[in-house]
């Protein structure tokens, strides 16, 4: 009984499975051709001119000409066109194997043939589901046209099927490995977006909350003291324009509906509070230069955020790490923001990892520039440059 109402579930499993392989679509912005490809192409062309000339045991001339051609010329193709790469170099390869199991001729293909699983491997990397599924049906359909044309045992013919499931293996399995990764890296950027959004749209709070507090002292003073009115007035100008600007930078920006609290976020002045008293390794220092006065609110959040990450990277990753100095200089143009830390080279931290995306998305956001990697000399830098008024691009 078990059996019986197991079957069809796995049949449907299958079938479900099957029918997303099918409407797979191709990976976006494959690389179009490149030097190294053409160089590929050279190299394997002069390779079976050599062997055409220096080898006695090959099939003839005309037909090694036809397999060599028909296996090289698609390859600087192979990522924008994997479909056609494949059927040219699989269906000509199987026209000539068939040619020479008919007329009997002796001898083997050139070694430039082996690219076939250069293309198999890109059919699998960059071909959408229906492509990547017609494309295997033409290399099923060679495999064993070859085998008989080459005569070879038992092994050779598992062999060369297990190398060609092999390299159509491979290709899949980078190719969703690439795409778990962009996922991973798009939910970083909307993560950092996200936060963003929640601490700009709590600094406009704030400030809507002060313009309603002074208008109400306005107008409860506006009959007594009609002077007083005019500073309430004033203030509430000044704050008006302080939101319009943080509202400005909110537009673009995802924000998730989430509670809020409407508080002040933290600023250039709480980056000091980051500093450490020596006692815990690695030792936190905190300098601050110039123009840090009256820095829109969204950038100086971001210049504690960018740090505080940052230190927190240089905890968890930075080997033999004893020092991070943090340095945050500002000018009438612009905040800059530099992390150092000593640790070793050693250190096995990740240009790529999602925590430096999301740094990287919110400076980008801000309209500003982010730049993390090894040091000249030792350690890891962290370097941000962004705008005063913190305008999105």
């Given at each position: 009984?078990?059996?019986?109402?197991?079957?069809?579930?796995?049949?449907?499993?299958?079938?479900?499975?099957?029918?997303?392989?099918?409407?797979?679509?191709?990976?976006?912005?494959?690389?179009?051709?490149?030097?190294?490809?053409?160089?590929?192409?050279?190299?394997?062309?002069?390779?079976?001119?050599?062997?055409?000339?220096?080898?006695?045991?090959?099939?003839?001339?005309?037909?090694?000409?036809?397999?060599?051609?028909?296996?090289?010329?698609?390859?600087?193709?192979?990522?924008?066109?994997?479909?056609?790469?494949?059927?040219?170099?699989?269906?000509?390869?199987?026209?000539?194997?068939?040619?020479?199991?008919?007329t009997g001729s002796q001898g083997t293909l050139p070694s430039s043939v082996s690219a076939t699983l250069v293309i198999a491997y890109a059919l699998f990397r960059w071909g959408s589901g229906r492509e990547a599924a017609s494309g295997l049906g033409v290399i099923l359909l060679w495999l064993p046209i070859t085998c008989v044309a080459e005569s070879g045992s038992v092994t050779e013919t598992v062999a060369g099927y297990a190398f060609f499931l092999f390299a159509a293996a491979l290709g899949?399995?980078?190719?969703?490995?690439?795409?778990?990764?962009?996922?991973?890296?798009?939910?970083?950027?909307?993560?950092?977006?996200?936060?963003?959004?929640?601490?700009?749209?709590?600094?406009?709070?704030?400030?809507?909350?002060?313009?309603?507090?002074?208008?109400?002292?306005?107008?409860?003073?506006?009959?007594?003291?009609?002077?007083?009115?005019?500073?309430?007035?004033?203030?509430?100008?000044?704050?008006?324009?302080?939101?319009?600007?943080?509202?400005?930078?909110?537009?673009?920006?995802?924000?998730?509906?989430?509670?809020?609290?409407?508080?002040?976020?933290?600023?250039?002045?709480?980056?000091?509070?980051?500093?450490?008293?020596?006692?815990?390794?690695?030792?936190?220092?905190?300098?601050?230069?110039?123009?840090?006065?009256?820095?829109?609110?969204?950038?100086?959040?971001?210049?504690?955020?960018?740090?505080?990450?940052?230190?927190?990277?240089?905890?968890?990753?930075?080997?033999?790490?004893?020092?991070?100095?943090?340095?945050?200089?500002?000018?009438?143009?612009?905040?800059?923001?530099?992390?150092?830390?000593?640790?070793?080279?050693?250190?096995?931290?990740?240009?790529?990892?999602?925590?430096?995306?999301?740094?990287?998305?919110?400076?980008?956001?801000?309209?500003?520039?982010?730049?993390?990697?090894?040091?000249?000399?030792?350690?890891?830098?962290?370097?941000?440059?962004?705008?005063?008024?913190?305008?999105?691009?």
């Open positions: 009984m078990y059996r019986t109402r197991g079957l069809p579930r796995l049949i449907k499993v299958a079938t479900n499975a099957l029918r997303s392989l099918w409407a797979e679509p191709r990976p976006t912005n494959p690389p179009d051709r490149r030097l190294r490809d053409r160089a590929l192409v050279a190299v394997l062309i002069c390779w079976s001119v050599l062997e055409a000339v220096l080898r006695e045991d090959m099939a003839p001339l005309p037909l090694l000409l036809i397999a060599a051609l028909a296996v090289v010329a698609p390859l600087p193709w192979r990522r924008t066109h994997p479909l056609v790469a494949a059927v040219v170099a699989f269906s000509t390869v199987t026209v000539v194997d068939i040619v020479r199991v008919l899949a399995a980078i190719r969703y490995r690439t795409k778990i990764r962009i996922r991973d890296i798009d939910q970083a950027k909307a993560r950092e977006r996200e936060l963003l959004a929640r601490e700009l749209h709590d600094t406009v709070a704030h400030h809507v909350s002060g313009i309603a507090i002074q208008a109400q002292a306005g107008r409860a003073i506006a009959a007594s003291h009609p002077e007083r009115a005019l500073e309430a007035l004033a203030v509430i100008e000044d704050a008006a324009t302080r939101t319009l600007t943080e509202l400005r930078a909110i537009v673009g920006v995802l924000r998730s509906p989430k509670d809020t609290e409407f508080a002040p976020q933290p600023g250039v002045a709480e980056v000091q509070q980051l500093a450490t008293d020596g006692r815990t390794r690695p030792c936190v220092e905190v300098t601050l230069f110039g123009e840090l006065e009256d820095l829109s609110p969204a950038v100086g959040a971001a210049i504690y955020r960018l740090a505080q990450e940052s230190i927190t990277n240089a905890r968890r990753h930075a080997r033999h790490a004893t020092r991070v100095t943090v340095a945050v200089t500002g000018d009438a143009d612009q905040v800059r923001l530099t992390i150092d830390d000593d640790g070793s080279a050693a250190g096995g931290r990740a240009p790529a990892g999602y925590g430096l995306v999301g740094m990287r998305e919110r400076a980008s956001l801000l309209g500003g520039t982010f730049h993390a990697g090894p040091a000249a000399e030792r350690g890891w830098r962290v370097e941000a440059v962004l705008p005063r008024t913190g305008t999105p691009r």
